[in-house]
């Protein structure tokens, strides 16, 4: 017996939404999973996905598997049911990259998408970022202002986070069942979303116009660096060559002033020499 056909024989709850509150209808819809979640709980078994990788634009077989957990949680504005289970990967993912600074930023945009992942260095320019083997995924079906219902996900059979608004006439029996399926990847494209191959074209001409503009942002800033660098070098050459002709200057007036006070004090000696013997001589 599958877990489907189990909830199928626990008909306790009543789904339909005509008689119920929006409160009542969340409980009901709480009690659908929690009985959901117990089944999985119990049967501690692992479910094949097909796990799409939007950001990497690939597609891997990944394991849905437990431990399966269900919580409630209010506040003043919400009333919420969270599941949480894990996901695995079948094969590991690994991206090469040709310099540190590009698998850090790899690394960067994949955590937000909740997915850990280490940087391995093969060499000065090969560089790969390999994904956690396992990672979290995550189920929330809310009620607000005890109004509107919304469901949220995060990495259920794909990357993308999403957050889906639902009218009360939605909620019934069947929709928890679709759900269900989709959480265990076997109802994947309930909320897959689909791209025309125009929409496709212009998002590949817009990665091209980003990569263009970074590329000449790259240039740019290379560009001002080496002219920053050259202005340094210039300026240092300039205060060494500024520093050197005074230093010469400092030199050279020194060397004039030492040979004037050398020359005057020789010629006061001849002087007074010369005196002396016309002295010498006037009284012979």
């Not at 056909?5 to 509150?21: A, I, V």
């Not at 809310?142 to 639902?166: A, G, M």
């Not at 496709?200 to 001409?205: A, L, M, S």
Request: charged share 35%; net charge positive.
């Amino acid at each position: 017996m599958n877990f489907l056909e189990e909830l199928e024989n626990n008909k306790e709850q009543n789904y339909k939404t005509k008689d119920k509150t929006p409160k009542e209808l969340w409980e009901s819809c709480f009690n659908y999973f929690k009985h959901f979640v117990s089944i999985l709980q119990k049967d501690s078994n692992s479910f094949g996905v097909n796990f799409n990788f939007v950001f990497l634009n690939i597609s891997k077989t990944c394991l849905v598997s437990g431990p399966f957990e269900i919580t409630r949680s209010q506040n003043d504005k919400e009333l919420k049911l969270e599941i949480n289970y894990h996901t695995t990967l079948q094969k590991p993912i690994s991206i090469k990259r040709k310099d540190l600074r590009s698998a850090e930023v790899l690394q960067t945009r994949l955590s937000k998408d909740g997915l850990v992942s280490n940087i391995n260095n093969k060499s000065d320019n090969e560089f790969s970022v390999k994904l956690n083997d396992k990672f979290s995924s995550q189920f929330q079906l809310i009620l607000e202002n005890n109004q509107q219902f919304k469901i949220t996900y995060r990495n259920v059979c794909t990357t993308t986070k999403r957050t889906i608004l639902l009218k009360k006439s939605e909620i019934n029996e069947n929709l928890m069942d679709q759900i269900a399926k989709y959480l265990l990847g076997e109802n994947d494209t309930m909320y897959k979303e689909l791209i025309s191959a125009d929409e496709i074209t212009k998002i590949r001409e817009q990665l091209k116009i980003n990569d263009e503009i970074k590329a000449k942002r790259e240039a740019k800033l290379q560009a001002k660096l080496k002219e920053e660098q050259k202005q340094e070098e210039e300026r240092i050459a300039n205060t060494l060559k500024e520093k050197s002709k005074r230093y010469l200057a400092e030199k050279t007036q020194e060397i004039k002033d030492n040979s004037t006070s050398f020359i005057k004090s020789k010629t006061e000696f001849l002087k007074n020499k010369l005196i002396e013997k016309i002295n010498r001589l006037k009284q012979k």
